[in-house]
T-cell receptor, first 114, second 111 residues
Framework: GAGVSQTPSNKVTEKGKYVELRCDPISGHTALYWYRQSLGQGPEFLIYFQGTGAADDSGLPNDRFFAVRPEGSVSTLKIQRTERGDSAVYLC????????????FGPGTRLTVT | AQSVTQPDIHITVSEGASLELRCNYSYGATPYLFWYVQSPGQGLQLLLKYFSGDTLVQGIKGFEAEFKRSQSSFNLRKPSVHWSDAAEYFCAVGPTDKLIFGTGTRLQVFP
């Protein structure tokens, strides 16, 4: 079956611009997670959705970052006024339930801010 | 604070040799522990997980890991490495619904 997909696979943007990163979870998965992976580091938690609501957004670094999941499936991570330090691979994962269901990861979106 | 330490940044082994990747964690109670593998251009794939019970857990691709509470460790092992095992390996702890990852160990396999 189809796995988690993320678009675009690569995004290059100029400092100060706005970007949107999209995640399509596995069909039927109620939990969705966003992580950020900087070069040479492990993934770092950003936000977790259970259904349409953000159950935990404690990992969002500042108010330039925002994520939505309006219909409980597709999610969009939005970054305003991008900075060079935002350059990283943004990973999305989904799981059948939030109760320790296995998280299935997408291939990520590589964001480069010039 | 919860944390995961993978002390080996890079490991090189010969094909057919045994492998052990180290993972130490810091957490106040019994953690939920995971090992993931990341190949170039691929998403993270779960190798195995420990929630409770038997401290030796078996995973996919012939991997196993042992939870040692006294050492706060969850080391990953494989008796005979294949060239296709070359990848980045991440240990993670999940005290809540957000995984905390280590910095990873890059495995290189020589023929």
């Amino acid at each position: 079956g189809a796995g988690v997909s993320q678009t675009p696979s690569n995004k290059v943007t100029e400092k100060g611009k706005y970007v949107e990163l999209r995640c399509d979870p596995i069909s039927g998965h109620t939990a969705l997670y966003w992580y950020r992976q900087s070069l040479g580091q492990g993934p770092e938690f950003l936000i977790y959705f259970q259904g349409t609501g953000a159950a935990d957004d404690s990992g969002l670094p500042n108010d330039r970052f925002f994520a939505v999941r309006p219909e409980g499936s597709v999610s969009t991570l939005k970054i305003q006024r991008t900075e060079r330090g935002d350059s990283a691979v943004y990973l999305c994962a989904s799981s059948l339930t939030s109760s320790w269901g296995e998280q299935y990861f997408g291939p990520g979106t590589r964001l480069t801010v010039t | 604070a919860q944390s995961v330490t993978q002390p080996d940044i890079h490991i090189t082994v010969s094909e057919g040799a045994s492998l052990e990747l180290r993972c130490n964690y810091s957490y106040g109670a019994t953690p939920y522990l995971f090992w993931y593998v990341q190949s170039p251009g691929q998403g993270l794939q779960l190798l195995l997980k420990y929630f409770s019970g038997d401290t030796l857990v078996q995973g996919i691709k012939g991997f196993e890991a042992e939870f040692k509470r006294s050492q706060s460790s969850f080391n990953l092992r494989k008796p005979s490495v294949h060239w296709s095992d070359a990848a980045e390996y991440f240990c993670a702890v999940g005290p809540t619904d957000k995984l905390i990852f280590g910095t990873g160990t890059r495995l290189q396999v020589f023929p």
